[in-house]
């Protein structure tokens, strides 16, 4: 059960994109297409942005795109704007027994 | 509205035990899985338990296995975590959540949290 590798922090600046990648096992992220990214806020739940890879949730601005290549998935960002100033967590899909595997988190700073 | 609102949190020592409670709202209850996760203070997140819509099948993070215990109230569309034995590592804000799919690894609505706090 261990956790999925993302990078500590990554930044851009207002308009340009980020992207964050999500590294795991053919155990999780390689072995299914059920990569999961959530953003959260300080003091905030995490909130559900992308499912399934590549599938946003209804409410989720198109800015938010997802992608997967083996065992690494990415997240990017688009048009970056202030709000996206927090932090982004993935998650896969790592069996029965273990069904949420969560990434170490990155901080994504808007300069 | 998906509603879901987790209470019980607290300052508890270490060996002593606690339950949280996640009062759901806004779906049919019985009808989806639902999870623990936690979050430690500054550090990420961390899958606790889930229990099978229906409350059959239940499982596990090998850190709380045998000390924790799952399980839900129908009749008052309630989640529960029994936390016994309790650890200083254990402190952690711990969130209930929902997937509107089950076995597809997504949360889609989470509480907004309780406090544990194991300490002496």
């Known amino acids: 059960q261990s956790a999925l590798t993302q990078p500590p922090s990554a930044s851009g600046s207002p308009g340009q994109s980020v992207t964050i990648s999500c590294t795991g096992t053919s155990s999780d992220v390689g072995g299914y297409n059920y990569v999961s990214w959530y953003q959260q806020h300080p003091g905030k739940a995490p909130k559900l942005l992308i499912y399934?890879?590549?599938k946003r949730p209804s409410g989720v601005p198109d800015r938010f795109s997802g992608s997967k290549s083996g065992n690494t998935a990415s997240l990017t960002v688009s048009g970056l704007q202030a709000e996206d100033e927090t932090d982004y967590y993935c998650g896969s899909y790592g069996g029965t027994n273990n069904p949420y595997v969560f990434g170490t988190g990155t901080k994504v700073t808007v300069l | 509205e998906v509603q879901l609102l987790e209470s019980g949190g607290g300052l508890v020592q270490p060996g002593g035990s606690l339950r949280l409670s996640c009062a759901a709202s806004g779906f049919t209850f019985s009808t989806y899985a639902m999870s623990w996760v936690r979050q430690a203070p500054g550090k990420g997140l961390d899958w606790v338990s889930s229990i099978s819509a229906g409350g059959r099948s239940t499982y596990y993070a090998d850190s709380v296995k045998g000390r924790f215990t799952v399980s839900t109230d129908k009749s008052k569309n309630t989640l529960y975590l029994q936390m016994n034995n309790l650890r200083d590592e254990d402190t952690a804000v711990y969130y209930c959540?929902?997937?509107?799919?089950?076995?597809?690894?997504?949360?889609?609505?989470w509480g907004q949290g309780a406090l544990v706090t194991v300490s002496s």
């Open positions: 399934e890879v590549n």
């Open positions: 959540a929902i997937p509107t799919v089950a076995g597809t690894g997504r949360l889609d609505y």
